[in-house]
């Protein structure tokens, strides 16, 4: 079994110098037959490819099944990566496409979702609460709202669930987001609010609540 103290000085130095290159590199140097270049992708994108995958199928032994599909899969169209192109997203596509394989194999439903429009004004109070130091009560709240959104992202398909949680909780952009899930970037934005509208349906009495603030009269 490998263990890093079975490591000498210079090979040591080597890993943690192949660990700091750049995906393009790495992926260079796998195609090129190096055994160890595709390690170092997957110890740097195993555990952001799980946590998508987590929230995508709501099962953490389908996560993990999800996971090594993906680098399976990645590993056997390494070739046809470009290397001008984000190897992030290249691979986030690839873990979409499989969770989205796996959700339908086990026939789990994807239901479309009516649009609906973000509102006038900007963004939503929900959005805008302050964070001060927690109190008990607060920190009972935030479990209960913790359990809210997690059980709103499972009732939405899986394209919305999908946008909303690499833009809010994987940071990409909306171009990025596109890119993994093959859509317009009108497409995109309207995936991501369709899940904020219905995170703030769901979400506003335990935020009045929390804040103590009627809601804003609609058409306000």
Known sequence: MFRRKDLTVDEDRSLKVRMDESDAAAVARACAGDPDAFRVLVDRYSRKIFRLAYRMTRN???????VQETFLRAYRRLKQFESRSSFGTWIFR????????????LGRYERVEQQMPEPEGGAHPLFQL????PAP??????????????????SLSPQVRTAF?????????????????GLKGSATKNSINR???KLRKELEPLVVAQSG??????GD
């Open 130 to 133: 302050p964070a001060p130091e």
């Open 137 to 154: 009560d607060r920190l009972l709240l935030s479990s209960e709202l913790k359990r809210k959104v997690e059980s709103v992202l499972a």
């Open 60 to 66: 953490e032994h389908d996560a993990e099944d999800v």
């Open 94 to 105: 690839i873990a979409v496409n499989a969770a989205l394989d796996l959700t339908r194999k």
């Open 165 to 181: 949680v690499l833009r809010h909780y994987e940071g990409m952009s909306i171009e990025e987001i596109g890119s993994v899930l």
């Open 213 to 218: 603030k009627a809601p804003p009269a609609q």
């Open 195 to 197: 899940a904020v509208q």
